[in-house]
């Protein structure tokens, strides 16, 4: 399956004001800045979602539809140092609400940055699908700033940090830059 359409469907400020559902959905999370706009532009094809060099932007839950058929949800980032504790405390309830209600949820994209450890902020994550029992892939994101090389030995050591929480997710390397693992990556989602 390919890529036919894409549409921004709904922008969700608050808990409980979801579009209907489709299929499928598969959500998209990460902390601030990772490059979850970018990736998703990628894998539409077309500058859909707004990317920004200024965290902390995106307070909404963004709904894109593809083919008409599955929802890619754009969640808000998380881990944004300059976040107010109301700021946090809203952005924790409307995520949790989220995975409580969205039956069609099938799957959560954890974009990661390919160049540092797990933040706590990602932990924290990995700990509400895990809890939520949401099957959850992991994205290395922004490949194309270290080596093949380094790639390689950054890849090792973040799938190491996942056995040591007792995770095992599959894990996709990519760059939005390069496109690199984007095909791969559209593949297993649709
Ligand atoms: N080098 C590189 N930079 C990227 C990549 N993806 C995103 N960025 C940059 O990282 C910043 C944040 O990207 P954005 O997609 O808005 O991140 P978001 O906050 O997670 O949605 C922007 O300056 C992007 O240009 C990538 O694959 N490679
Ligand atoms: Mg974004």
Known sequence: MTVKSTELVRTVFSKGEYPPPLRREIA??????????????????????????TPGKTRSINFYGVNREIYFVDLPG????????SEREKWKKLII???ESREELSL???LVDIRHPLQPADIQMLEWVTY???P????????????RNQQ????KSIKDELASLGV????????????QGIEELLIALL
Do not use: C, H, Q, W
Not at 136 to 147: C, G, H, P, R, Y
């Open 152 to 155: 390689i030995i950054a890849e």
């Open 132 to 134: 939520y029992t949401i």
């Open 108 to 110: 959560v994209v954890v």
């Open 28 to 53: 998209f999370a990460g902390r601030s800045n990772v490059g979850k706009s970018s990736l998703l532009n990628s894998l539409f094809g077309r500058k859909l979602a707004k990317t920004s060099s």
């Open 78 to 85: 998380y881990g944004y140092a300059k976040a107010s504790m």
């Open 97 to 99: 609400d989220y995975f």
């Open 136 to 147: 959850f892939i992991l994205v290395l994101t922004k490949a194309d700033k270290l080596s």
């Open 168 to 179: 095992y997710p599959p894990v996709f390397v990519v760059s939005a830059v390069k496109k």
